[in-house]
């Protein structure tokens, strides 16, 4: 009894990242097969009887599916593991700055939240730094889990700081820039053992003004805590315990 090898498939796409409009090409590594015959199927439909197919797929998501019959007949079906994504190439929109706040009176710290969908996701984050408002510094790159920066190299009783941030898609195209925010020279000062006053710049960053301040507390979870809202045009206030 002789028994014949099953073909034994390995295949990869020749870009790691699928994007709309560029041609998709399968290079196909499979082993055990001569004489072989291939059947590529995308979704349901079959798409290709090439050995090494070539693609051109509108966005979204699809299921690729390969059939292979060797010169012996043994047959095997394997599916990629994951969803096939074409991602768009269209400018994210700019992802928004949340808050820049001095934290722990030294350091500036900088919260965005991105804007995307399921075809046009966020690949990584580019952060800028101003000191005068007017050229803006890289500061660094970060992946797309990462959605704060603590930035240690300020004097925050000195200088105030802006900072915007830009986001590039998984086809490497950037958005238009965020939000400006502005890290607010923030004072204080103790008048008695139990009350604080706080002080701070007006913020100006805003086409449309301001519509208030809050003031917020960092609490035991790591979240911020609402502890006080003042009107737009004070730039004051006293804390009691």
């Not at 070539?54 to 007949?73: A, D, I, M, P, W």
Request: hydrophobic share 35%.
């Amino acid at each position: 009894m002789y028994i014949n090898p099953t073909p034994e498939i390995n295949f990869e796409f020749d870009e790691p990242t699928l994007c709309l409009g560029s041609e998709i090409n399968i290079m196909n590594q499979s082993s055990n097969i001569a004489n072989e015959s291939f059947e590529w199927f995308i979704d349901d439909s079959l798409a290709s009887t090439q050995a090494n197919p070539s693609f051109n797929l509108t966005l979204g998501g699809y299921f690729l599916t390969v059939h292979v019959v060797n010169q012996y007949g043994c047959k095997i079906r394997q599916s990629y593991e994951e969803a096939l994504i074409v991602y768009d190439t269209t400018p994210l929109p700019a992802p928004e700055i949340i808050r820049s706040t001095v934290i722990n009176d030294q350091d500036v710290y900088t919260e965005w939240a991105p804007k995307q969908n399921a075809v046009n996701t966020v690949k990584e984050y580019v952060l800028f730094k101003s000191l005068d408002q007017q050229s803006y510094d890289y500061l660094g790159t970060f992946n797309a889990l990462t959605d704060s920066y603590i930035d240690e190299d300020v004097d925050v009783f000195t200088d105030n700081y802006t900072y915007y941030v830009v986001s590039i898609n998984q086809c490497n195209v950037p958005s238009s820039a965020s939000n400006i925010s502005s890290s607010v020279l923030l004072g204080y000062e103790k008048p008695n053992e139990f009350q604080t006053i706080l002080r701070w710049t007006s913020y100006e960053k805003w086409k449309e003004g301001v519509n208030r301040y809050e003031v917020q507390k960092l609490n035991e979870y790591g979240q911020w805590d609402v502890i006080k809202i003042v009107n737009h045009n004070v730039n004051n206030t006293l804390l009691d315990p």
